[in-house]
């Protein structure tokens, strides 16, 4: 197949185009930045530049959407909007041009909000911030554009927190408090963590290339879940860190982050704690992700066995 991966060179787009080429898929990547590992398969271009875009889609068989904007600190909020939906706008629109019937879209279990219980695909979303709010308006237009084109597939994935090797996110940033010496654990850290190893939903993700016509919707998390103390000591024992017991109230981190928020708008500089990060880490963020395992899928790694590989990747090498 000839495979347009939209966001392709970023931490989960690398991992996905690797397997695409191996199945021997022609594959092209579309972002802003050049891939390092794919540099002559990427042409620039933002996802909001219909134009571009539509060029990239040119002959094309499938469309992976991958692109977002995700950090909890993105400066204007607006471009949550400009990114996520108008993004999901102009790939729907280039779909319809280049004569596309195959999407697969990544969105995101931050629709679905904070404190839930283990949602699936079929709870009512509540999201909480900015972020899941456009992730469920960019499931919406997809939606619409699928019910317009009854030969049309469209597969929306919902990840869970994703890591593993060369990420730099909240599960790398947890760690790296953690080996620094920085970390204090804020709450009882018995609250559960639905996460997925970038080596088990990439491989997912390519298993969707199967998927006949129809809508197909999908929660992603490796099973079993991890509580925030699981985790931690986890790291403590790969890095062989003698454990702390050491942890602050709920409410005293709250406000510790509503400080760090306040510097941070007066200063215009980006801290690694904030509010809704403290909001995040202590919420238990739990899926059913029964749905993708009963698929036929087996994640070719454990959860645990994720974190390993990362922790060795990142902080032994």
Known sequence: MKILVIGGSGFIGTRLVELLIKDDNEVFIFDKNYSVKYPELTTIGDVRDFGLLNSACEGVDLIYNLAAEHADNVTPLSLYHDVNVGGAENVVKAAEVNNINKIIFTSSVAIYGLNRGTPDENTDPQPFNEYGR????????????????????????????????????????????????????????????????????TEF?????DKESGYHVYNYADKE?????????????????????????????????????VLSKLTGKKFPVSLVRIQKFCADTTIDSSAAMSSGFIPPYTLEEGLKRMIKHEFKS
């Open 225 to 261: 879940d991890l509580s925030s103390s699981n985790i931690v000591l986890i790291v403590r024992k790969e890095m062989n860190i003698l454990a702390r017991n050491i942890k602050v109230p709920y409410s005293i981190g709250l406000m510790g982050g509503y400080a760090f928020d």
């Open 205 to 209: 993700l390519k298993q969707q290339l």
């Open 134 to 201: 456009t992730k469920l308006a960019a499931e919406k237009v997809f939606n619409e554009w699928h019910s317009k084109h009854s030969d049309s597939t469209l597969v929306t994935v919902r990840p869970a927190v994703v890591f593993g090797e060369n990420n730099r996110g909240n599960v790398y940033n947890l760690i790296n408090q953690i080996v620094s010496g920085r970390f204090l654990m804020i709450g009882d850290g018995t609250n559960c963590k639905s996460m997925g190893y970038v080596g088990n939903i």
